[in-house]
């Protein structure tokens, strides 16, 4: 099955730096790649997600790069905001079944 | 706006206890799924249905079975909760077309306890 890894594990930065978070996964077959991201007490809600076709896809202040040849992926988010701090889940999928990675638990200091 | 809902945020239980965990989503999605989060190993998937009385097994349905009667809820059974079951648990839905590969919903969670 897929075996997706994800780091760092933790990640604090200042406020208006960026920040970055990649990914590998085991599966030369995974052709879909979603970000969660999930607040404290709610369940993650997916913010960008990108597929095998395409290397680069970017929504406002987050953008997702996807390298196939290395099987490896990557979140950044530029200007950090407290609001930005959450955990983040990277995962991957080629069927039914998407293999998520152990998360990166992200602060943005004031 | 689509809503997952499970019916408990916490749950205490005592090992050797039936424990049913409910979910019901109100946006017509075919496919529903089972996953358990715990820190430093992500969300693994439990189980997974995609039509009324299917269902697959995910990543690690030892002790955990399904029961998906009605095509809005999705209900994950621990027949004998152990205090390895111990878990914050996390349904989702998505719509039929797009199975894994798209969006999930996620509710908010359930978090049981077993002593």
């Known amino acids: 099955g897929e075996n997706v890894e994800q780091h760092p594990s933790t990640l604090s930065v200042q406020e208006g730096d960026s920040a970055v978070i990649k990914c590998t996964y085991s599966?030369?077959?995974?052709?879909?790649f979603p970000w969660y991201k999930q607040e404290l007490g709610k369940g993650p809600q997916l913010i960008i997600d990108i597929r095998s076709n395409v290397g680069e896809k970017k929504d406002q202040r987050i953008a997702v790069t996807l390298n196939k040849t290395a099987k490896h992926f990557s979140l950044h988010i530029t200007e950090t905001q407290p609001e930005d701090s959450a955990v983040y889940f990277c995962a991957a999928s080629n069927d039914y079944k998407l293999s998520f990675g152990a998360g990166t638990t992200v602060t943005v200091r004031a | 706006d689509v809503k997952v809902t499970q019916s408990s945020r916490y749950l205490v239980k005592r090992t050797g206890e039936k424990v049913f965990l409910e979910c019901v989503q109100d946006m017509d999605h075919e496919n529903m799924f089972w996953y358990r989060q715990d820190p430093g190993l992500g969300l693994r998937l439990i189980y997974f249905s995609y039509d009324v009385k299917m269902k697959e097994k995910g990543d690690i349905p030892e002790g955990y079975s399904v029961s998906r009667e009605k095509k809005e809820r999705f209900s994950l059974i621990l027949e004998s909760a152990s205090t390895n079951q111990t878990s914050m648990y996390l349904c989702?839905?998505?719509?039929?077309?797009?199975?894994?590969?798209?969006?999930?919903?996620f509710g908010e969670g359930s978090r049981l306890t077993v002593l």
């Open positions: 599966d030369s077959a995974s052709n879909y």
């Open positions: 989702a839905s998505s719509p039929g077309t797009s199975g894994s590969t798209g969006e999930l919903f």
